[in-house]
């Protein structure tokens, strides 16, 4: 059963960022900041975020009212292993760079919207519960602000 985080929980933020390079269709790159902001060393399952790649469709890419359809790999999973799990120390952040081009149809010239549209599934606060049965994930919601990309070629 996933639950969503209580208040006393790490405080997560999160960033889109440009990436680097210039955006053209054929390379749309965006970098996700993910911060702990709270006093406490925090492990977050990596699935369905951008710190593990793109697995997954986990962004919603508009070009005004027109939805983008995803073009890459959708992973099943069983239980997740310890190696799923990212450990971020109080202050540190992580990062991970994508090329969402390589997934979305970037068309014509023009603005496009990206939005983070998906969750951490397990964030654990003690190192010795890791690995966590899919059944005891406690989820919390990320709230990033959307990023606005302009296609010029």
Partial sequence: MTTRAQATDPALT???????????????GVRFVLTNAG???????DWYTPLEGMRSDMFK?????????????LIKRG?????SYRTIEPGESLARQVDLARYYDFGPQGTYT?????R???????ASELPRARS????????C?????????
């Fill in 14 to 28: 999160c960033r889109l960022l440009a990436g680097e390079g210039v955006p053209s269709k054929d390379s749309v």
């Fill in 39 to 45: 006093s406490q060393v925090v492990h977050v399952l």
């Fill in 61 to 73: 890419v508009t070009q005004g009212s027109t939805a983008l359809a995803y073009q890459g790999p």
């Fill in 79 to 83: 239980q997740p292993r310890r190696e």
């Fill in 114 to 118: 990206v939005a983070l549209d998906t």
């Fill in 120 to 126: 951490i599934h397990d964030v654990v606060l003690k």
């Fill in 136 to 143: 005891g994930h406690v989820a919390l919601e990320l709230e």
């Fill in 145 to 153: 602000e959307s990023l606005r990309i302009e296609i010029s070629r």
